[in-house]
């Protein structure tokens, strides 16, 4: 059954369809906070909302786009108004730095056949484009996030964002553009 057939079942109060239809996007959704909030626990709180939502207001879809880009366009929505505040702010704060601790272990940890300098450098330049992203606008950002995860369409992109599809190749260019100079101004002069 394909994701039109299941929102008409679930549009006539079939709670099932529409437990089925949350199944099959409950990842994107996922990753879509993910990129707004940078904390695991937020996202899926955010994605947990989002689902919620879209249940209550299911009345009010009406096809003009895919069920997954109207559920995924409420739950960047919902990404971005718990960014907005400031205990979400707090929260992506400690699970940066735990995070950073983490990924620190995990590639110390990964590859047998590096040498300690070369992993220290690895964390180093991670570290850099970490710090290069989080610079750029929210805009550049959230958009160069989206592109990156390698789940969404330039045009889906587009639909979460509220923005036109040319718009949103020029903020994904843009953005790597100003990440590239910054990695080089930082002494990086092999990126890309």
Known sequence: MDDADLVSRAQSGDTAAFGELVDRHRAAVY???MTVLRSHAEAEDAAQDACIAAF???GRFRGDSSFRTWLLTIAWRE???R????????????????RTAEDDTMTSTASPDRTPEQLADDRELRRQIR?????????????LLLAQSGEYSYEEIGAIVGAPVGTIKWRVSEAR????????????????
Do not use: C, F, M
Request: glycine share 6%; no cysteine; proline share 2%.
């Open 83 to 98: 960014r907005r505040s400031a205990a979400g702010i707090w929260r992506r704060l400690v699970d940066r730095t735990t």
């Open 31 to 33: 990753r879509a906070a």
């Open 79 to 81: 990404a971005i108004n």
């Open 131 to 143: 710090r290069a992203i989080e610079a750029l606008t929210p805009k550049l950002r959230d958009t």
């Open 56 to 58: 209550r207001h299911l």
């Open 177 to 192: 553009r100003l990440v590239r100079q910054q990695l080089r101004s930082q002494g990086y002069a092999h990126v890309g």
